[in-house]
């Protein structure tokens, strides 16, 4: 399986921003597809998933602004970031949960697409 960001980039005080996500490859379902994070010296978070049977999850800090979805048989996901702050600057990485609860469940990630906030 593979994952292909895009859509990050520079962004201003309450601009938006929509990043994509591609999947290729043998995904099985159940699955999780979505987004993490990671700011300069700060851990890894997550920012939105969205599973194949339709649920979401958003971090506290998104909820209201960012909106999750998934198009393309559920193989594409997109972030639409919209009010972005100086904290949404980060490192924004694709993740793919495949086959959840079988033996063949696997976690992919994708390379990275940076938003930075610019003043």
């Known amino acids: 399986v593979q994952l292909v960001e895009s859509g990050g980039g520079l962004v201003q005080a309450g601009g938006s921003l929509r990043l994509s996500c591609a999947a290729s490859g043998m995904i099985l379902r159940p699955n999780v597809m979505g987004w993490y994070r990671q700011a300069p010296g700060k851990a890894r978070e997550l920012v939105a998933v969205?599973?194949?049977?339709?649920?979401?999850n958003y971090a506290d800090s998104v909820k209201g602004r960012f909106t999750i979805s998934r198009v393309n048989a559920g193989n594409t996901v997109y972030l639409q970031m919209s009010s972005l702050k100086p904290d949404d600057t980060a490192v924004y990485y694709c993740?793919?949960?495949?086959?959840?609860?079988?033996?063949?469940?696997?976690?992919?990630w994708g390379q990275g697409t940076q938003v930075t906030f610019s003043s």
């Open positions: 969205l599973t194949s049977g339709g649920s979401t």
């Open positions: 993740n793919l949960k495949s086959g959840i609860g079988y033996v063949t469940e696997s976690d992919y």
